[in-house]
């Protein structure tokens, strides 16, 4: 190309695009990318704008946060609480493809999930300057700019979505909203911060290092911070910390996170580089003097700016007491955490964090505007007060929200309806059904969606699991150096008696309890149903625990015994699905002592942490029961929960059956275009996206090989390397057939398959 132009007395114009659409989301965070996706899945053209050059906002090589929610680093008891839909989808493919934890492969993955959509427009390095309004309360367009080629967008649409992280689009359309703690009188928040400790959480900045295995000096820049001076916890720090490690790094707290962030930027790169000085040149760290800086943020990290405010302000006591709302379509489960305004300048502890016992439901009506018609709010900004906001501000619950925004624009869109309307005008159960329907589970609800085929046919399946006890599979003894318990799920009726083998090392007496979550569904075991103290001589005993009680309901319940140092446990290497160990430990990562104790006047909950291990640890405690369990049946497949909840809600097929199948017949043939599969990846399983390193790259639950047939026996669909929770196969043409049969494999010998859910759906669905 050549161009030769002369003088323009009057400038030129940059060059201008327009982009129509249904749906612009600003913002290409994991709000922003997991609305994209899900919105434009279900059929809307949508803009995906974001101002970095990368996707995945503090989860992206830029800032290289790991992703979180619910289970908070496996150290609380929300037990299978990682959040499902697209952002399961995101994980368990990182976790396939990248199980070293690299911030560059994974944005990789998000990158390639968002251009596999041909219904997303995306616009990288391309920030929002200005909002066009049809009249004061509903945005018409607006414009961006692309510094890298120099072109103006404007971009138009009926709905937008703001997932910019500040709220930029609500800010610039003129939306109320928040910044700093609310007093505590407004919400009744004992939590709510003082002056003393500040209203806003601050920025943070990562450096990465690496042994080259040679020494290797470092030359601090003039601006470098002399941290033994300057910083309270300067000896907290050690040579081979990096990454989000330094998540406490943290500053900017008493400024505007906003408007100041290239000067917050500034001075935490003062205190990064004073950090690595500190290392390299104070001589208290012999073993760095082969290390070297390989990375520094260039941008930081956003904890907190604005809050915007929707039809209700979500407060401390959703969270803690787990209030259920009609208009759930998320859930959060992170500790209410919030930090220090003076950050890594403070005296105090770096941060502050109080669990619920469970995960909480997010309502609608947080997810848009009060005051722009046509704005829904995702992410961090969403409409929470600043103590709600320390719980719901985390990654995984952020994209949670972006999945619930994308499907209601799709109703909004099919209805000719406004976001507010969905909660006026009674398309709550609608939204709710179609986010289920996606793999969006909702604490609370099971999917009843009676255009599904599965729920009319007769479900037939080879074998059930019948749990009498755990396989003795590679047996070892571990000590009781902490309570340890086995999570078992039993129907209502007369307990069973559990039997096993315990190894003493001198007579003792061994403390069991059986135990239960209070709130139905919960898994903080906060009701003790019956002790027994079980006296032990010098070698091995075979106990047998008949507690005599009877449970009202199904529910899981804890067959806990607690810490004896003189005594040793079985532990199995058969997992099942829906059975789970957990121990009375501790997780510093999340404040988790063992024991919650808060302040007197906190208004938060004292209780103790039960908490699986992460693998290859965490192994059943090798029992047998009395009396089989029969909570594994082919009648799981269809009741709507896709994850263990009260029971297992899984069909489970029995370990002995060499080709496990279930079919499904009807009376009449059925045109089947799609198939929805889900699997068992392990909801339990915190799936951090980068520093920490996965033991396997596959979740061991998860059945990796399967096919279908036709009531002819045709195979009409074949899968050998599945590694994902949902498998949605859409047919070129329907089937038409009166039965269909899923021939499944075990996972592995120690591991029988499972499955949550089989659906069906016609050409209409």
Known sequence: MKLLEGFEKDGRNLQTVTQHADLVITGGGLSGVCAAITAARQGLKVVLVQDRPVLGGNASSEVRLWVLGATSHMGNNNRWSREGGVIDELLVENIYRNPEGNAIIFDLVLLDKVIQEPNITLLLNTAVYEVEKDDPERIKALRAFCSQNATEYRLEAPLFCDASGDGIVGFLAGAAFRMGAERREEFDEPMAPDADYGELLGHSLYFYSKDTGKPVQFVAPS??????????????????????????????????????TERIKWELWQVVYGIWDYIKNSGKFPEAETMTLEWVGMIPG?????????????????????????????????????????????ERQPCNQWHSKGIFQIPYRTLYSKNIKNLFLAGRIISVSHVAFGATRVMATSAYTGQAVAMAAVLCKGKALLPRDIYDHGHIESLQTELMKAGQYIPGLALQDDAEKVRQAKVSVSSELAFTGFEEMGVTWRPLSISAAQMIPLSAGKMPTFVLTIQAEQDTGLQVELRASIRKGGFTPDSILATKIVALTTGSTEIQLDFNIELGEEQYVFLTFLKNEHVRLPYTEQRITGLLS???????????????????????DEFEFWCPQRRPQGQNIA?????????????????????????????VADPGDETPQLTLSWEQPQSISRVDLAFDTDFDHAMESVLMTHPERVMPFCIRSYRIADATGKVIYQQTDNH???????????????????????????????LFAVRCYGGDQ
């Open 223 to 260: 601006f470098a911070l002399d941290v033994s001076k300057e910083i309270p916890r300067f000896r907290n720090f050690k040579a081979n910390d990096h990454g989000c490690q330094l998540w406490w790094v943290e500053h900017g707290g008493r400024l505007d996170t906003v408007h100041d």
């Open 582 to 604: 957990v121990f009375n430990g501790v997780n510093k990562k999340v404040s988790n002592n063992g024991r919650q104790r808060p302040p007197a006047d906190s208004g938060v």
């Open 302 to 346: 956003k904890r907190e700016s604005r809050r915007f405010e929707g039809d209700y302000m979500m407060s401390q006591r959703d969270l803690i007491e787990q209030r259920e709302h009609p208009d759930a379509v998320a859930y959060g489960g992170w500790s209410i955490d919030l930090h220090p305004a003076d950050g890594v300048f403070s």
């Open 724 to 754: 994902q929770t949902r498998n949605v196969i859409d047919f070129d043409k329907p089937v038409m057939t009166d039965r269909l049969t899923i021939y499944v494999e075990h996972p592995s010998k120690e591991v029988p398959a499972a």
């Open 623 to 651: 029992l047998t029961i009395s009396e089989p369990v029969k909570l594994f049946g082919a009648e799981n497949l269809r009741n709507g929960v896709d994850r263990p909840t009260t029971a297992p809600n899984a069909w």
